[in-house]
């Protein structure tokens, strides 16, 4: 898959009807700071596609992205900010649930972790929800350019025990430097067209 444009479309606080709703829609998920922005950057050829902000906990809504006419990018709010208050946490995790559960064209969560620390237990419990609902995921370990290749080896196993997922499954990835990314452009191809992406 070749991406020639992507847009941003609109931010929800929660699910409703938007522009060019249909659409096969891929989500971006994981805690706050991980690099969601980044990858919609990069998928996208933009920079300047989704805000990046250093400090965590700044997408609190749900933001949509057209990429081609053919597939919806949902950039869901980062979670597991510890600074946040408790009633935007829940709000948060409500508009989260809200969308997950909701969406009826949601086909595919890319669920991100930073690859240089063990998946926190927001991120265990975000797979187990996703198991629990019958949500294909993909782990995207982000920040890959951040480690050597040898490091990111030896910190595969935690994240794939913590995660559930055996080592072909998950997809090391830097917004930085591309690693991962002919990968992604793959999974994604088969997911909008509908192929089995366990193969």
């Known amino acids: 898959m070749i ?34 922005s980044s990858l919609i950057n990069r998928l996208g050829h933009n ?13 609190r809504l749900i933001n949509l992205y057209n990429f081609d006419e053919t597939f919806m990018l949902v950039d869901l709010p980062g979670y597991g900010f510890a600074r946040a208050p408790i009633d ?26 930073d690859i240089r620390h063990e998946p926190t237990k927001d991120d265990q419990m975000m797979v187990s929800y996703l ?6 995921f993909t782990v995207l370990a982000t920040k890959a ?12 196993p935690a994240i794939c025990r913590a995660m559930g997922v055996q080592p072909w ?15 992604l452009l793959e999974l994604i191809e088969k997911i909008v067209s509908g192929q089995d992406t366990r193969q």
């Not at 499954?169 to 002919?182: H, K, N, Q, R, W």
Request: glycine share 10%; with cysteine.
């Open 3 to 36: 991406v020639k444009t992507a847009r941003f479309v609109s931010s929800l606080s929660q699910l409703r009807e938007f522009e060019g709703q249909g659409m096969p829609e891929i989500a971006a998920c994981g805690k706050s700071n991980v690099g969601k």
């Open 47 to 59: 920079k300047k596609l989704a805000r990046i902000s250093s400090e965590p906990g700044k997408t």
């Open 88 to 113: 935007e946490k829940k709000k948060w995790g409500a508009m989260i649930e809200g969308y997950l559960s909701g969406s009826q064209h949601l086909k595919h969560v890319l669920q991100l972790v």
């Open 131 to 136: 198991r629990h609902y019958g949500i294909e």
């Open 145 to 156: 350019d951040k480690l050597s290749k040898a490091a990111r080896s030896r910190n595969m």
């Open 169 to 183: 499954e998950v997809i090391p990835f830097s917004a930085e430097d591309g690693t991962g990314l002919d990968r």
